[in-house]
């Protein structure tokens, strides 16, 4: 596990793009947290490190929002699913692991599992401006990269261990 502290929602937009310099075509970005932890912000930055210039509302109701950057980029919000397998009988599975890369808020509701992802679980720290951020890479080639990038904003010893 890899914790970081952002201080507030530019802080976090900063870290995002830190996070989305790296990632490659076929690499997926779960964020989890409760609501109002900052998924969208998490993800807009994402997007806008992958050359994505336009504005990205959020997908709640067509569940996925395609964009073109200097990489595709695939947003799902998956908070309005009632079943898991409703993200499965859409055929939005098939966009996960593809030609882009795919960013989903709220994986949980869709009992996903894509072949390599960073997990990304997003909190309020005390002050409710910054945000705690665990991350946790999986299969993800571009994790050697994307840590030194993300170095400014590691958390003290109470995550990590050091």
Known sequence: MNAYQTNSEADSREFAHALGEFLQPGDTVLLSGDLGTGKSVIARGIAGA?????????????????????????????????DPEEFYAAGLDEFLGGDGVSIVEWPEMGD???DRYVDVRLSRDASDDGRNIVLNFVNMESAGKILPALERWRKPDEYTGH
């Open 50 to 82: 992958l050359g994505v210039s336009c504005p990205m509302p959020s997908p709640s109701f067509p569940i996925m929002i395609p964009y073109q950057g200097r990489e595709k980029v695939f947003h799902f919000d998956l908070y309005r699913l009632n």
């Open 112 to 114: 996903i599992a894509p």
